[in-house]
């Protein structure tokens, strides 16, 4: 199993963003998959994510009607559309995935099996 997230960068508040998320080694049919994000100082959080087999998409409150999450099963690729951007979405954000996993029990890292490698977004004020 693998993952890379890419797509950060530096952009002003208001801005927006696409984060990408290549995958290998696993299917979403059994596989849930998610964004998550750590700021400087605080703890991982969860931020959206889809569960295995229907494809339920959760978003956390504080990026729902902001952000978007998508997923393109023929190119292995899951996506985070991030608009209206705010100084606070500043973290790296990585996507992880888990056997079986949906619902809300995506939302924590600490039920993730695989993670990629996070990607700096910084949203200046």
């Known amino acids: 199993v693998q993952l890379q997230a890419s797509g950060g960068g530096l952009v002003q508040a208001g801005g927006s963003l696409r984060l990408s998320c290549a995958f290998s080694g696993f299917s979403l049919n059994y596989y849930g998959i998610g964004w998550f994000r750590q700021a400087p100082g605080k703890e991982r959080e969860g931020v959206s994510w889809?569960?295995?087999?229907?494809?339920?998409?959760y978003h956390a409150d504080s990026v729902r009607g902001r952000f978007t999450i998508s997923r393109d099963n023929a190119k292995n690729t899951m996506y985070l559309q991030m608009n209206s951007l705010k100084p606070e979405d500043t973290a790296v954000y990585y996507c992880?995935?888990?056997?079986?996993?949906?619902?809300?029990?995506?939302?924590?890292?600490?039920?993730?099996?695989?993670w990629g490698e996070g990607t700096q977004v910084t949203v200046s004020s």
């Open positions: 992880a995935t888990k056997f079986l996993g949906g619902g809300s029990y995506l939302a924590h890292p600490s039920a993730m099996d695989h």
């Open positions: 889809i569960s295995s087999g229907d494809g339920t998409i």
